[in-house]
């Protein structure tokens, strides 16, 4: 249902702390997270801060969360090599730097972004309802 991600071997290796959500477009998926927290039931295994296990399917990681007690849906963590910036409403800007940003997975439901996807969106002729969230 959810795309793999980009390379199984690299899941775990990346920052805990990223971006959240935005941008409008995506590159690859690096991991599915799962957060965990202790104040609504997870093991208390950080000293009582949140934390995560990572996947590298969405299946497992749903899976996971539905059998962990204090565990969030899973989350995507995607990379952005260019994205979409919303610093205000309606206002877009084409952003040409690379970025990590948890997502949720139902934004993977939108085609992973190509040469076209960000200029089209842009684009004077562009539909006004654009891609809301």
Same mark, same amino acid.
């Given at each position: ?23 409008? !477009?995506?590159?690859? !998926?690096?991991?599915?997270? !799962? ?18 296990? !990572? ?79």
């Amino acid at each position: 249902m959810y795309p793999k991600v980009k390379d199984i071997n690299e899941i775990g290796n990346y920052p805990a702390l990223v971006k959240a959500g935005g941008g409008y !477009v995506w590159d690859e !998926v690096l991991e599915y997270r !799962v957060w965990c927290h202790p104040e609504n039931g997870a093991e208390d295994i950080e000293n009582g801060d949140d934390y995560f296990y !990572v996947f590298g399917e969405y299946t497992e990681a749903l899976e996971f969360s539905k059998e962990t007690n204090g565990a969030e849906e899973p989350i995507a963590l995607i990379l952005q090599n260019e994205y979409i910036d919303e610093s205000e409403f309606g206002k877009y800007t084409h952003m040409k730097e690379k970025r990590l940003t948890e997502w949720p997975v139902e934004f993977l439901t939108r085609p992973k972004r190509n040469k076209n996807t960000i200029p089209d969106f842009l684009s004077p002729n562009a539909p006004d309802n654009h891609w809301r969230y």
